[in-house]
């Protein structure tokens, strides 16, 4: 079982850019799946998840910059995320069940 993330940059702040997190050896189907970020000194953080039936819940910081969504057909997460701020410079891992992606950077420069 793999998650395997990317899509990560350096990105100015204002800007954006789109994660994504592929499934393999995984029933995509049936997880809740979730974008989580570590920068260095804190904690990992919830950033935004996805039900099976579609319900979304976002981290407070990011709500109404970043989107989450699926592909459960192709076994895709995505993160679109927009009005990119310093402060989301970060490490982003993709979850799904107990299994964790090895992690996309996104660097934000001001």
């Known amino acids: 079982v793999q998650l395997q993330a990317s899509g990560g940059g350096l990105v100015q702040a204002g800007g954006s850019l789109r994660l994504s997190c592929k499934a393999i050896?995984?029933?995509?189907?049936?997880?809740?799946v979730a974008w989580y970020r570590q920068s260095p000194g804190t904690q990992r953080e919830m950033v935004a998840s996805i039900s099976i039936s579609g319900n979304t819940d976002y981290t407070d910081s990011v709500k109404g910059r970043f989107t989450i969504s699926r592909d459960n057909a192709r076994r895709i997460l995505y993160l679109q995320m927009n009005s990119l701020k310093a402060e989301d410079t970060a490490v982003y891992y993709c979850k799904a069940l107990t299994t964790w992606g090895r992690g996309t950077l996104v660097t934000v420069s001001s």
């Open positions: 050896g995984l029933n995509f189907a049936i997880a809740t």
